[in-house]
């Protein structure tokens, strides 16, 4: 198993290494230049070859994907945003349909007790009219009708109001 760092240490050590016999005294002028130039050969040789198998190296870096464990996890956990995403919503919604439905309740829960106090009135107003007047016995008897009328409308809301009350208590 030959790695770019490997390599580039063996290279470094011959190449210092041919450096330092270049530095001692050729012992003929003839084996001097041949040895010199034979050795630069083979210094510029393993140079170039030691850049190349660097660039490779560099390039197979940078287009090795990553591995299939870490890609496994990125998509496990974008799924499992998603689905957070999705329980999130749920809730949201539910929380707004409850917000919603107290708001109707409240709003109901008004517009009954608007009705009951509005026939309190009514039934107040009768009452006082039947006292407060000098009217014929036809009109006494129409007014306590209409007393006797609204006093039964009254009735029917409360118990409507307190069924309502207990459904949604129950619910």
Do not use: W
């Amino acid at each position: 198993d030959i790695s770019p760092t490997k390599y580039s240490h063996r290279a470094s050590i011959s190449t210092s290494d041919d450096l330092e016999l270049l530095d001692e005294p050729a012992v003929s002028s003839e084996g001097a230049v041949a040895n010199s130039e034979s050795l630069q050969n083979l210094s510029d040789a393993i140079l170039k070859r030691q850049k190349e198998e660097e660039q490779v190296a560099k390039d197979m870096v940078f287009r090795h994907p990553p591995p299939s464990g870490i890609v496994d996890q990125v998509i496990e956990i974008d799924n499992l945003v998603t689905k957070l995403l999705k329980v999130l919503r749920l809730i949201q919604n539910s929380r707004e349909k409850e917000r919603e439905e107290e708001n109707l309740e409240e709003g109901n829960k008004l517009t009954t007790d608007q009705v009951v106090v509005n026939l309190q009135k009514e039934i107040k107003q009768l009452k006082e009219e039947l006292h407060c007047s000098e009217k014929s016995a036809l009109q006494v008897e129409t007014l306590q009708m209409m007393i006797k009328e609204k006093e039964r409308q009254l009735d029917e809301i409360e118990k409507k109001f307190e069924l309502t009350q207990e459904l949604l208590t129950n619910n």
